[in-house]
Nanobody, 127 residues
């Protein structure tokens, strides 16, 4: 089970730090990713982190502004979002993919690669 939290309403240029907690899994047994979907648009890759936390990837539209990180002890991944813009407004979804030390240490930018999803958290950036 994945539970997102930490979305909300923020002004242009502001920051948010949503989190995604995975329950029922041992630490470092999954890769995680954040995707977003705005009304009328396709789901978009935002950021991904490998099972070890050492490999991280970002969508082009958020590079340099967003940072994904992991607290393995808490099975929680964070998305630090800085310098938010109105075009970042969307529902943000966290996904997890079963993997681990038996597999290559990759992040996964395609949503079809993920096994489980949270319900999403709304992020709204006002201009």
């Amino acid at each position: 089970q994945l539970v997102e939290s930490g979305g909300g309403l923020v002004q242009d240029g502001g920051s948010l730090r949503p989190s995604c907690t995975v329950s029922g899994r041992t630490p470092n047994s999954y890769a995680a990713g954040w995707f977003r979907q705005a009304p009328g648009k396709e789901r978009e890759f935002v950021a991904g982190i490998s099972w070890s936390g050492r490999t991280r990837g970002y969508g082009d539209s958020v590079k340099g502004r967003f940072t994904i990180s992991r607290d393995s002890a808490k099975n929680t991944d964070y998305l630090q979002m800085n310098n938010l813009k109105p075009e970042d407004t969307a529902v943000y979804y966290c996904g997890s993919k079963n993997t681990g030390p038996f597999s290559v240490d990759l992040d996964y930018p395609r949503w079809v690669d993920y096994d489980y999803w949270g319900r999403g958290t709304q992020v709204t950036v006002s201009s």
